[in-house]
């Protein structure tokens, strides 16, 4: 068990600034209709939003037509784009030079579109860029350095990388609450509760498809921790449907399970001659619309 932990946590070291540096990857978009148990995806709608050599990944709804993403310029440096459904443009929210932003998502209070940056010492915080297209601000001076994040109650629950990699919620100025360690990247709070949920390293099923890693939540008002299960094989990313029911991809299939049962449902296959394994994943039910990055032959 602790070898399997060992590969996971060199993994991640290894992998997460590659992974951000790396190119070949593209969004797609699809139709979806229904609800809960009934939602459906329609693998037939499927079409690239991008189709360029270079990196475009890690998608966030940030409203019902507005889309974010980090993109890299032919140069490598990396910043957030805004997408919009009603009018098909693309938009830079940021345009630095001397910095590259990852992993772009809206704050709770909605005025701000957050990043990881890395800055141009190569450190990894996180900030803060208006949606008016104002400058940008650091959040946490004293953090660092943060790969993935999501938010509850206007605070970040953030990856840290380290040794091991770490769970922590900033609960005020210099009080981080340590939820757990070993952990993957995705981190995704539970819509409609206080549930930070996220993919443990620890006590994996060994299959022979790839390892299932655990889905574990914390619960930040009440300290109760709960998991929901195993993922899919080999799969490191997971987002929520609903309160009720969880998404996650495999190759270029797309599943959903609800939350207390084992088994993952088989939603439908994105057919493609150009792309293949499904990496991130995004849903709005407003638009109806699933957002997926794949990563090009």
Same mark, same amino acid.
């Given at each position: 068990?602790?070898?399997?932990?060992?590969?996971? #946590?060199?993994?991640?070291?290894?992998? *997460?600034?590659?992974? *951000?540096?790396?190119?070949?990857?593209?969004?797609?978009? $699809?139709?979806?209709?229904?609800?809960?148990?009934?939602?459906?995806?329609?693998?037939?709608?499927?079409?690239?939003?991008?189709?360029?050599?270079? !990196?475009? @990944? =890690?998608?966030? +709804?940030?409203?019902?037509?507005?889309?974010?993403?980090?993109?890299?310029?032919?140069?490598?440096?990396?910043?957030?784009?805004?997408?919009?459904?009603?009018?098909?443009? +693309?938009?830079?929210?940021?345009?630095?030079?001397?910095?590259?932003?990852? #992993?772009?998502? /809206?704050?709770?209070?909605?005025? !701000?579109?957050?990043?990881?940056?890395?800055?141009?010492?190569?450190?990894?915080?996180?900030?803060?860029?208006?949606? @008016?297209?104002?400058?940008?601000?650091?959040?946490?001076?004293?953090?660092?350095?943060?790969?993935? !994040?999501?938010? %509850?109650?206007?605070?970040?629950?953030?990856?840290?990388?380290?040794?091991?990699?770490?769970?922590?919620?900033?609960?005020?100025?210099?009080? /981080?609450?340590?939820?757990?360690?070993?952990?993957?990247?995705?981190?995704?709070?539970?819509?409609?509760? #206080?549930?930070?949920?996220?993919?443990?390293?620890?006590?994996?099923?060994?299959?022979?498809?790839?390892?299932?890693?655990?889905?574990?939540?914390?619960? *930040?008002?009440?300290?109760?921790?709960?998991? $929901?299960?195993?993922?899919?094989?080999?799969?490191?990313? +997971?987002?929520? =449907?609903?309160?009720?029911?969880?998404?996650?991809? =495999?190759?270029?299939?797309?599943?959903?399970?609800?939350?207390?049962?084992?088994?993952?449902? +088989?939603?439908?296959?994105?057919? #493609?001659?150009?792309?293949?394994?499904?990496?991130?994943?995004? %849903?709005?039910?407003? *638009?109806?619309?699933?957002?997926?990055?794949? =990563?090009?032959?």
């Amino acid at each position: 068990m602790n070898k399997i932990i060992l590969a996971l #946590s060199i993994f991640f070291a290894m992998g *997460l600034q590659t992974t *951000l540096a790396q190119g070949g990857f593209d969004i797609w978009m $699809l139709d979806t209709k229904g609800k809960g148990r009934k939602f459906k995806v329609l693998p037939e709608t499927a079409k690239p939003l991008t189709n360029r050599p270079e !990196y475009d @990944n =890690q998608p966030n +709804f940030i409203n019902d037509f507005q889309l974010v993403f980090s993109a890299a310029d032919e140069n490598g440096n990396h910043d957030i784009i805004v997408y919009n459904f009603k009018t098909e443009k +693309f938009t830079n929210l940021s345009k630095t030079a001397d910095r590259s932003e990852f #992993s772009p998502t /809206l704050t709770d209070c909605g005025l !701000y579109v957050s990043a990881v940056v890395m800055e141009p010492d190569s450190t990894q915080r996180l900030w803060l860029y208006p949606t @008016n297209f104002g400058e940008p601000e650091l959040l946490y001076d004293d953090i660092a350095p943060v790969g993935y !994040y999501d938010w %509850y109650d206007n605070k970040a629950a953030m990856f840290i990388l380290g040794d091991p990699n770490k769970l922590v919620y900033a609960r005020g100025k210099g009080d /981080l609450l340590e939820i757990d360690n070993h952990i993957g990247r995705a981190i995704k709070r539970r819509p409609k509760t #206080s549930q930070i949920s996220y993919l443990s390293m620890k006590s994996p099923n060994e299959t022979e498809h790839g390892l299932e890693l655990p889905i574990r939540t914390y619960d *930040l008002l009440n300290g109760k921790t709960e998991v $929901l299960g195993f993922g899919l094989a080999g799969a490191l990313d +997971f987002i929520w =449907q609903d309160h009720h029911y969880l998404l996650m991809a =495999q190759g270029n299939n797309i599943y959903h399970k609800k939350s207390n049962h084992s088994e993952w449902e +088989f939603l439908g296959t994105i057919q #493609s001659d150009s792309h293949q394994n499904i990496t991130r994943i995004a %849903y709005s039910p407003d *638009l109806k619309k699933l957002v997926v990055v794949m =990563q090009r032959k």
